[in-house]
């Protein structure tokens, strides 16, 4: 099955620096990669997602670069605020496939 | 307001005594799941629904049962819980499970003493 891994676990940025969270995949099959956001004492949601026929998606301050040769997709967060400090999840899984696999998941704080 | 629902959010229990953590949603989505998170393991899948009276085992399946009865109820039993079993659960939903959107209930911590 499919096997995502998260780099870093933990990431602290000063606010309005950049973060960047790199996730690799395993099956080259796959061809949807959303990421989550868990803020402290909540259920993940969804932040923003990409399908395989695009290299890159933005919205807004974040964005998703897949690269698919190399089996990996980063999440980038501009300008960081500290309402950005969350758990973020990486995940895969091929189109019409019910099976999301999750990264690790990676601890983002935003120091003011 | 479109949400998935769990019950109850928190619960202490002894081992053996069995359990049962509901979950609703109200989106008239096919797909629900179950998942547990644990330190340093992410989330891992316990079962998941495709549609009514359609479950399949997903990653951790064992010590779980699950049934969807209904379209809306998808509830994780504990048939006689065990210590390793104290984690933080998640019920998702989404539209028909072929790649979109998963909604996330905000969870049951669950420890078994």
């Known amino acids: 099955g499919e096997n995502v891994e998260q780099h870093p676990s933990t990431l602290s940025v000063q606010e309005g620096d950049s973060a960047v969270i790199k996730c690799t995949y395993s099956?080259?099959?796959?061809?949807?990669f959303p990421w989550y956001k868990q803020e402290l004492g909540k259920g993940p949601q969804l932040i923003i997602d990409i399908r395989s026929n695009v290299g890159e998606k933005k919205d807004q301050r974040i964005a998703v670069t897949l690269n698919k040769t190399a089996k990996h997709f980063s999440l980038h967060i501009t300008e960081t605020q500290p309402e950005d400090s969350a758990v973020y999840f990486c995940?895969?899984?091929?189109?019409?496939?019910?099976?999301?696999?999750f990264g690790k998941g990676n601890q983002v704080v935003v120091i003011p | 307001e479109a949400q998935v629902t769990q019950n109850p959010r928190y619960l202490i229990t002894v081992t053996g005594k069995k359990l049962t953590v509901t979950c609703s949603q109200n989106?008239?989505?096919?797909?629900m799941s179950w998942y547990r998170q644990d330190p340093g393991l992410g989330l891992r899948q316990i079962y998941y629904s495709m549609n009514v009276e359609v479950t399949d085992k997903g990653d951790v399946p064992e010590g779980y049962k699950v049934s969807r009865k209904e379209k809306r109820n998808f509830p994780l039993i504990l048939e006689s819980p065990s210590p390793n079993q104290t984690s933080l659960y998640f019920c998702?939903?989404?539209?028909?499970?072929?790649?979109?959107?998963?909604?996330f209930g905000e969870g049951s911590r669950l420890t078994v003493l």
């Open positions: 995940a895969a899984s091929m189109r019409g496939n019910n099976r999301l696999a």
């Open positions: 989106m008239n989505h096919e797909y």
């Open positions: 099956d080259s099959a796959s061809n949807y």
């Open positions: 998702a939903s989404s539209l028909d499970g072929s790649g979109g959107e998963l909604f």
